[in-house]
């Protein structure tokens, strides 16, 4: 059975400051792994995706991939109001398995002014 | 470009009704994904479709069913409804090794 765990918050930053959004996982195999938000009431949008171990960035956004540790973060940086959105981990198999990702139950973050 | 687009917005429905919903991919994309999302649980995986052929399918009683037309679009439905199937249904599309789903806006299902 493959597992995404989150911490399902809500996890609360004031303005300005940097949100540390943490998955694990429990397939070892995994090697895709996406972070969408998700605004209430609105359908998940992908925001990054990191394969390779380290850090990737776009803007204020921070993926961080420890495959040995079998986790997965996202950092927000200047956080702002409008970031307050559940982030939901997904995490996938390589082509040849079963190539649906799995997703975690979401962190809710809220960023207060 | 149009992104994917689903409907109807939201569907009311008697327990042991049919309920059936649609999809329509983004243009060029072939694989539809269905998921399930209950309030308070995650994105829980349905059925998957690629090229007309129903590719994977989650651990969901067979009442849950569907199909992808020529033109890919897509159609879920469920039979005998219940109660625990209220819930928001998203469908997805992707394309080759395009990272990542684009979700439609989804379906509200309320079974009464």
């Known amino acids: 059975q493959k597992e995404v765990e989150q911490n399902s918050g809500p996890l609360s930053v004031p303005e300005g400051a940097i949100a540390s959004l943490n998955c694990t996982y429990s397939?070892?195999?995994?090697?895709?792994f996406f972070w969408y938000r998700q605004y209430s009431g609105k359908s998940p949008e992908l925001i990054m995706f990191?394969?390779?171990?380290g850090d990737k960035e776009d803007g204020r956004f921070t993926a961080q991939l420890n495959k040995a540790s079998q986790y997965v973060s996202l950092l927000i940086r200047d956080s702002q109001p409008s970031d307050s959105a559940t982030y939901l981990c997904?995490?996938?198999?390589?082509?040849?398995?079963?190539?649906?990702?799995?997703f975690g139950r979401g962190t809710s973050l809220i960023v207060h002014p | 470009e149009a992104g994917v687009t689903q409907s109807p917005t939201h569907l009311i429905k008697t327990r042991g009704q049919q309920a059936t919903l649609r999809c329509s991919p983004i243009?060029?994309?072939?694989?539809v994904y269905w998921y399930q999302q209950a309030l308070g649980l995650g994105l829980q995986f349905l059925l998957w479709?690629?090229?007309?052929?129903?590719?994977n399918r989650g651990n969901f009683p067979p009442r849950f069913s569907g199909r992808q037309f020529p033109n890919y679009s897509s159609e879920l439905n469920v039979n005998a409804l219940e109660l625990e199937d209220s819930a928001l249904y998203l469908c997805?599309?992707?394309?080759?090794?395009?990272?990542?789903?684009?979700f439609g806006s989804g379906t509200r299902l309320t079974v009464v």
């Open positions: 997805a599309s992707s394309f080759g090794g395009d990272p990542g789903y684009t």
């Open positions: 397939d070892q195999g995994s090697q895709s």
């Open positions: 990191i394969y390779s171990n």
């Open positions: 997904a995490v996938q198999n390589p082509p040849g398995g079963s190539y649906i990702p799995t």
């Open positions: 243009s060029g994309h072939t694989s």
């Open positions: 479709y690629d090229e007309g052929e129903e590719r």
